[in-house]
């Protein structure tokens, strides 16, 4: 990882019941891919405010995966689908502030579906490292702040 | 580096412990290096790295530090928390403080097995303890809630491994619902002729079974119907069962078939299911002699009445019981259950999708469950093997792989083809006497007595060509293949092309997932591979559980295979089942969600946000408040609240926050 | 929308009556076309033998033209299974294999032209099937081919690997447009059996033997012409048959492209359509 | 390979190439090669295996062993019509037919293919002869293959070729492409243009 190459640094939020059992999957198949995503794991994707979105890109990372299960799927009936609208709400407002729409990306992964995670990291990295860092200066978040974010985002 | 998170009480200390899992972690990862990165994180106490942090001297390490260095925080960074996360969190309970205190990272699954760099790969996983470190901080004490388990049991499907997992459980005394399909229970294995390897019959094994489960007082039967719907969680499942009009009142019938007798149609002659078309029924039939239970049905398709109403209804005459209600509905049943196990078993491959074999195109070309039941004694030809067309064959080609270890259809082995095909073989030897050519890939016989029925087969002087047949077609080149069927096929341990004439062609066909597989998995909440078989928990160590609590998985659904594995694993199911029943109550994961009152605004945001229900608003108080008994802990109502009033226990707004700040602290 | 006529090297040659056939068919039907400016040789079987990429090169050249000529979403028809067969291949190792794509791309450049990746390429089949339709067909079959009995042969390129207007192991496109002319069509299984392509040319006896099964098994099945959609089928299983008569004993039948067969029942004259140029007269089944 | 009298039949390790294999895969695009499961379904759908001294899956398996000579001058790859017949029936998506070109250009490169066998001098003169033209011209094609093959061969093609030219199937003159050399369109300046951006290593010698 020291070739000079920037490296950029992707944080993943995966549901518990699908695209975080797909990434040991692919583990346990020993499916190789780039090192540059942490994971955090939830137990829906239901569960994502995004303002773990926001406070991810303005702590240094240059992009964010979201992984749920397919539509239809969620292990909680619907806590997917509220993941999407949520998801639409917030792509338009980081577009509003110049976010390219690679860096932050949601996918439908299933839990037999290790190849994917596969295939979907590895594509995001090359994506956002052809992008560059995003570079949005790091400000500690202070503890307890309100929320950063217009409340349409809530929902 | 994140502050750490707001605690109650006392200091937070630390102790974090890298797993080396042998080589799997260590071998890519510098453990030494995490080691010492982990001891310099604000916070941590202890750090230490371990061979085996599972092992009982790696737990032991845990417990003699939180004695002597007074720790009140754990982190192990070691493999998916999916798979030791109970281990450590028991391992630091009897350590002597609350199991929640704790935090797993992955670095195996996560980072050592998917990592083809060393230093990536150890950078990474400081990223994640670094993460876990953070987040430690800020966990607060929790208890697991008690809940009472339902002591019944719900088995979907009544082949032979919802037979036997039913069985079991009855026997132990549970109360057991059996909901089948199709009209009567014995699945696929009723229409099997003989088993390999013993050749021992399929219904001298199967029909006391069937018997038993008819009469069985722990069990309930509810053939000729389906589960329409499941709610609830382990061990405390309600279940909509719908019950499909058979037209004839169950508890009447005796099975005296004087209805079918005087039906209007005085042959049959619509296409019989259980017999692959191959002999006819009327609309009003039993679907087969030893059918369980033995209860006519009626098939509003074919049946005058239905089609246009000018029937003389010659069956409802015929019945001295009174059994035939021409006006049966759909009837909805609803039960509780405390565990389920899903026994929905395979379909065979459909052949015609393999067009180079002529199915449905030349009538000498047979599946080989079409052939199950020409061998077998009641089937449509009384055991006799004839053609369509009425001859004996005097040569058979048996094509193994059919819709298996194909990228066309599909890719994986159906496991139990070679073995059947040998059955088969030898089978219509015995009583055609015919010449028998096996065309395979490679055989596959392991199973105990199965290379022993192989040896048998060759001596038995059966063919074998080691070849992937290319086609099957009726074109001729030499005398003797005219009026023939002939089979083209490198026959490559030769390293020749050959055509060999045959009579008969018989497709050793597939398994599949069954057509609504997707349907199932979405009703029982588990999930399914790629080619549509339900997914096991975990491949070696929980092949019967589900990622679902309380569901279980018996027989073929989740994956091909032969009758000695089903019927194993339909047992280790039911005793699955048992150990939850009998245990009496589960613990639920403190996952829920709950609301700050102080901080909530009244606005109802969260209340439509729960698929359970479980939140409602508190008119006095003005304020939402959440039923942790209903509450799954999905965390979707956290994630809407405007005023973050709205938390999860062990996923609070501030532990991932603090979790973002330490994957991000390290660069 | 002007559909563009990829004729390749033998529809001017011994392929002649399929292209005077085909487009008097076309004109007939009121298809408008026009042929593929400064076309050159599709690279066929042979020339992928010795340098894949120029071969695919070659190909990428024709729909670099037909891009200019007819626009982004061009259709060419090429109705000789090999051209066919190759210009469908090199699009697809195009957009599979990006770095002979590119280097492809940049060679077109070279001579400025410009690649067109979405530029259809369609076998005239595929356009009578699916764009006339053979309700149209059948209400213009002014002399409908009565009593014929023909075999439909269409060879191996044209349905393997990447035709997707037909089924690959028992195509029915060619059987439907004939009968739609009034012809009946026999069943049989060799509709796709391989007639051997060059070999006929370069190791005779091979060749001979795969045109003699073709022809002996479509008489066997009470055909008594064969029709192809390809010039060498036709040229193999035609122009060989003295041969083939005097290796396996006599083997006569008409062999004749779909597209002379259509003419004939759109009403149009012989001489219009080649017929005259075969070898085996129509009347001569043996 | 023989050891006096009698022909050995043992294969050394120091007999095989063991790049071949990855060269060949690399060539046909894809490393399918390796997906074989010697099934033999490839050959059984081969309308001309009967005539191949090695069948297209025996070809497969030597290709991957690395038996270099015996692959690059068997019949089979010039018999192979290019029908696509394997490459749709292989159960492993294995596509035979390009591995078939692939070692057509590798013998044709190194020069090894069976001597005075029309395949591979139909295949050369053709493509010579298209990136003169443009186009391909049968008559001056088939006769050049003959002449440089079985002179004899062709007075029995004599006969059909009078035929041919009598029903204005086969003509003498020159087909040829419009765009001169410099021209928007010409060939010889894409063909080297191609051969420019051919990697280093690799790409046939003409």
């Known amino acids: ?152 985002c809530a929902e | 580096m994140a502050t750490l998170g707001p605690n109650q009480g006392d200091a937070v200390r630390i102790g974090v412990y890298i797993c080396h899992c042998g080589i799997n972690i260590a071998g890519k990862v510098d453990v030494a290096d995490v080691t010492q990165f982990a001891a310099s994180l604000p916070g941590v106490v202890v750090a230490r790295d371990y061979k085996f942090m599972c092992s009982d001297p790696g737990q032991e390490l845990i417990q003699q530090d939180i004695r002597e260095h007074g720790l009140n925080r754990i982190v192990v960074a070691s493999c998916s928390p999916l ?199 009327k609309p009003v039939y039993m679907p087969f002699p030893q059918a369980t ?114 990228h066309a259809t599909n890719k994986y082995c159906s496991r139990v083809c070679c073995m059947y095909s040998l059955k088969l073989a030898h089978l219509v030897k015995e009583r055609t006497g015919a010449e028998i050519y096996n065309f395979y890939i490679d055989m596959r016989t392991p199973g105990k007595g199965y290379e022993e029925f192989y040896d048998k087969l060759l001596e038995e002087g059966v063919h074998f060509i080691r070849g992937r047949a290319a086609e099957v077609t009726d074109w001729t080149m030499t005398p003797d293949e005219e009026g023939k069927l002939v089979i083209r096929a490198e026959d490559t341990l030769i390293g020749a092309v050959r055509r060999i004439p045959v009579d008969m062609v018989v497709l050793s066909v597939g398994l599949e997932a069954q057509a609504d597989a997707g349907e199932v998995r979405r009703l029982f909440n588990i999930s399914c591979s790629h080619e549509g078989w339900f997914l096991e928990r975990h491949p070696k160590l929980a092949p019967v559980s589900t990622f679902t609590d309380g569901v279980f998985l018996a027989g073929a659904c989740q994956g091909p295979k032969d009758i000695p594995d089903t019927v194993a694993q339909a047992g280790a199911a039911a005793a699955e089942a048992m150990a939850l029943i009998d245990k009496g109550y589960v613990e639920l994961e403190p996952n829920t969600a709950f609301i700050d009152e102080e901080r909530c605004s009244g606005c109802k945001t969260c209340i439509a946000m729960c698929p359970y229900s479980a939140i409602s608003f508190i008119a006095d108080a003005r304020v939402a408040r959440v039923n942790e008994a209903l509450c799954k802990g999905c965390g979707t109502c956290v994630a809407a609240c405007p005023s973050a009033a709205a938390q999860q226990h062990l996923f609070t707004d501030d532990q991932i926050f603090d979790e973002i700040a330490g994957v991000l602290s390290y660069v | 929308m002007t559909y563009l006529y990829y004729p390749g090297c033998s529809l001017k040659g011994t392929g002649r009556g399929y292209e005077e056939s085909l487009l008097a068919v076309f004109d007939a039907l009121q298809l408008p076309w026009a042929e593929v400016k400064d076309w050159n040789c599709c690279g066929a079987t042979a020339y992928m033998a010795v340098d894949e990429v120029k071969a695919f090169t070659l190909a990428a050249r024709n729909l670099a033209i037909a891009r200019e000529q007819g626009g982004e979403t061009a259709q060419v028809i090429a109705p000789c299974s090999a051209c066919y067969l190759v210009l469908c291949k090199a699009q697809h190792v195009i957009h599979d294999a990006p770095e002979i794509g590119a280097r492809i791309t940049d060679a077109l450049g070279a001579a400025q032209l410009t690649y067109g990746p979405r530029v259809q390429v369609r076998h005239p089949l595929d356009v009578l099937i699916n764009d006339v339709g053979t309700e149209r067909l059948a209400a213009a079959a002014t002399a409908p081919l009565r009593g014929r009995r023909v075999a439909c042969y269409y060879g191996c390129q044209m349905v393997r690997p990447y035709a997707t207007f037909d089924d690959q192991y028992a195509p029915t496109s060619m059987d439907r447009v004939l009968r739609a002319m009034g012809a009946e069509t026999v069943d049989w299984p060799l509709k796709t059996r391989c007639c051997g392509g060059t070999l006929t040319g370069t190791i005779e006896d091979v060749g001979l033997r795969l045109n003699y099964i073709l022809l002996r098994e479509a008489k066997k099945r009470g055909a008594d012409a064969i029709a192809t959609a390809c010039p060498l089928c036709q040229f193999n299983l035609e122009c060989y048959q003295d041969k083939i008569s005097a290796v396996y004993g006599a083997s006569r039948l008409p062999v004749l492209y779909f597209s002379q067969f259509m003419g004939m029942a759109l009403g149009l004259s012989e001489a219009r359509l080649g017929i005259q140029r075969n070898f085996v007269p129509l009347a001569a089944a043996v | 390979m023989s050891d006096g009298q009698m022909p050995r039949k043992i294969t050394y390790e120091a007999d095989l190439d063991p790049h071949f294999a990855e060269e060949i895969a690399a060539s046909a695009r894809g490393e ?163 051969d420019r951006g051919a990697p280093a290593k690799g790409g046939p010698s003409q």
């Open chain 2, 293 to 406: 239970p033995s209860v006519v049905l009626i098939d509003p398709a074919t049946c005058l009445h239905f089609k246009t109403g000018k029937c003389k209804q010659a069956c409802k005459a015929a019945c001295e019981r009174d059994a035939i209600d021409f006006d049966q509905r759909d009837e909805l049943v609803e039960i509780e259950v405390g565990a389920i196990v899903v026994a929905t078993g395979f379909q065979p491959f459909d052949a015609e999708r393999v067009p180079e074999y002529g199915y449905g195109q030349y009538p000498g070309v047979y599946t080989s469950l079409e052939v199950e039941r020409l061998v077998n004694a009641s089937g449509p030809t009384g055991g006799e093997i004839t053609l369509r067309d009425g001859r004996v064959p005097k040569a058979v080609g048996i094509i193994h792989c059919v819709g298996s270890r194909d």
């Open chain 4, 32 to 194: 399918q090669l390796f997906q074989c499961i010697q099934c033999g379904t490839c050959g059984g759908a081969c309308p001309v295996s009967p005539y191949m001294d090695l069948t297209p899956r025996r070809i497969i398996a030597m290709t991957r062993a690395g038996y270099k000579a015996e692959v690059l001058k068997s019949h089979t790859i010039w018999l192979c019509a290019s029908c696509y017949a394997c490459t749709v029936a292989c159960p492993k998506a294995v596509r035979i037919t390009d591995v078939m070109y692939a070692l057509k250009q590798r013998a044709i490169r190194d020069g090894v293919y069976p001597k005075r066998f029309p395949v591979p001098v139909l295949a050369r003169e053709f493509f010579q002869g298209v990136l003169t033209t443009g186009r391909n011209n049968e008559l001056p094609l088939l006769i050049k293959m003959y002449l440089k093959t079985n002179i004899f061969k062709m007075l029995g093609q004599a006969v059909m070729g009078l035929r041919l030219f009598l029903t204005g199937r086969i003509g003498l003159k020159q087909e040829r492409i419009a765009a001169r050399r410099g021209e928007k369109g010409d060939l010889r300046t894409i063909m080297a243009a191609v």
């Open chain 1, 1 to 152: 990882m020291s070739d000079g190459t920037f490296q950029p640094r992707i944080v993943a939020f995966f549901c518990n019941w699908c695209t975080y059992t797909a990434a040991d999957l692919a583990g346990i198949s020993r499916m190789s891919y780039a090192a540059n995503v942490r994971v955090v794991r939830l137990m829906c994707s239901g569960r994502l405010d995004p303002q773990f979105v926001v406070a991810a890109l303005r702590q240094g990372a240059d992009g964010v995966l979201i992984g749920g299960c397919h539509p239809g799927d969620c292990h909680y009936q619907v806590g997917n689908h509220k993941a999407l609208r949520r998801f639409t709400l917030l792509k338009r407002l980081l577009g509003q502030l110049g976010i390219e729409d690679e860096r932050v990306r949601l996918e439908w992964i299933a839990a037999s579906e290790g190849d994917k995670v596969q295939r979907v990291i590895n594509e995001m990295v090359a994506q956002v490292r052809a992008l560059g860092p995003l570079g949005l200066t790091a400000i500690p978040r202070p503890h307890g702040e309100a929320a950063a974010v217009p409340p349409c």
């Open chain 2, 83 to 281: 798979m030791h996360e109970a281990t450590f969190r028991r391992a630091a309970a009897e350590g002597g403080i609350n199991p929640f205190f704790f935090q797993m990272a992955n670095i195996r699954e996560h980072v050592s097995w998917v990592t083809a760099d060393k230093a990536a790969a150890t950078e990474k996983s400081r990223a994640l303890v670094a993460a876990a470190v953070s987040r430690v901080g800020g966990h607060e004490a929790l208890e697991r809630q008690r809940v009472a388990v339902k002591p019944d049991v719900l088995v979907v499907g009544g082949g032979i491994a919802g037979i036997h997992a039913a069985l079991t459980l009855a026997d132990s005394g549970k109360t057991v619902y059996l909901v089948e399909r199709e009209p009567t229970i014995g699945g696929h294995m009723a229409k099997f002729d003989k088993t390999f390897p013993t050749l021992d019959c399929a219904a001298c094994i199967l029909t006391p079974k069937m018997s038993l489960v008819r009469q069985h007082p722990n069990i309930t039967l509810w053939t000729y119907a389906e589960v329409a719907d499941v709610s609830g969680y382990v061990g405390n499942f309600s279940v909509t069962v719908r019950r499909k009009p058979r037209y004839v009142i169950e508890d009447r019938c005796v099975g005296c078939n004087a209805c079918v007798e005087a039906c209007v149609f005085k042959e049959g002659k619509f296409a019989d299911e259980f017999n692959y078309g191959l002999a006819k029924r």
